[in-house]
């Protein structure tokens, strides 16, 4: 059961750089969710989507861009990296509005 | 005011002890509730929904208080593989919320 898979499981960028982060689910979940963490602050929710199509902010959403053309997969990209987003990026997936969420294994960032 | 709020701990427990920690959280709308285990930054694991009428897996005990707007987590017998962050989580039509954790550390 491969549940939600996260890509890359670390990077490093430089300031100024573009990349995405990939995450994809075989859950056929219609909910897919991308939170960063950092020491103190617990998961704050960055971008999520209800379904393929539709999209919706969190509450951290400037410097990162989200789609959602298929309903596996949700990538997270980063516009142009800042030190600030330095972090550990978790991409959750629901069935449904009462659901637990179920994460993938995190990508940790590094920008120099 | 943060959505979800924990008490951070550490709360340190000798092994064999009882445990005990709440969150509350402020969306009355709240539809779904639930701890979350944690280590060492890896990804969340469910550790156990949280039902109104309370409920109970093994050492691991859980509460709802829907008025007051608080759930709560007991741990009997502590085990030192206890040694966590529970974070409390919310959901509100698909959109979770989370406490920042409370760390647990029980020792020998």
């Known amino acids: 059961n491969a549940g939600v898979t996260q890509t890359p499981k670390f990077q490093v960028l430089k300031t100024g750089q573009s990349m995405t982060l990939q995450c994809a689910q075989d859950?056929?979940?219609?909910?897919m969710s991308w939170y960063r963490q950092d020491p103190g602050m617990g998961l704050r929710l960055i971008h999520y989507?209800?379904?393929?199509?539709?999209?919706d902010q969190g509450e951290v959403p400037n410097g990162y861009n989200v789609s959602r053309s298929t309903t596996e997969d949700f990538p997270l990209r980063l516009l142009s990296a800042a030190p600030s987003q330095t972090s550990v990026y978790f991409c959750?997936?629901?069935?449904?509005?009462?659901?637990?969420?179920?994460f993938g294994q995190g990508t940790r960032l590094t920008v120099v | 005011r943060k959505e979800v709020e924990q008490d951070p701990g550490p709360f340190n427990v000798p092994e064999g002890a009882t445990v005990a920690f709440n969150c509350t959280y402020s969306?009355?709308?709240?539809?779904?509730f639930f701890w979350y285990r944690q280590d060492c930054r890896k990804e969340p694991k469910l550790l156990m929904s949280?039902?109104?009428s309370g409920n109970e897996d093994g050492r691991f005990t859980a509460q709802l208080n829907r008025a007051s707007q608080y759930i709560s987590l007991l741990i009997r017998d502590s085990k030192l593989s206890d040694s966590a962050t529970y974070l409390c989580?919310?959901?509100?039509?698909?959109?979770?919320?989370f406490g920042a954790g409370t760390q647990v550390v029980v020792t020998p």
């Open positions: 959750a997936s629901s069935d449904g509005q009462v659901s637990q969420a179920f």
């Open positions: 989580v919310v959901n509100g039509g698909g959109k979770f919320q």
């Open positions: 989507s209800v379904g393929a199509g539709i999209t």
């Open positions: 859950m056929n979940h219609e909910y």
């Open positions: 969306n009355s709308a709240s539809q779904s």
């Open positions: 949280v039902y109104s």
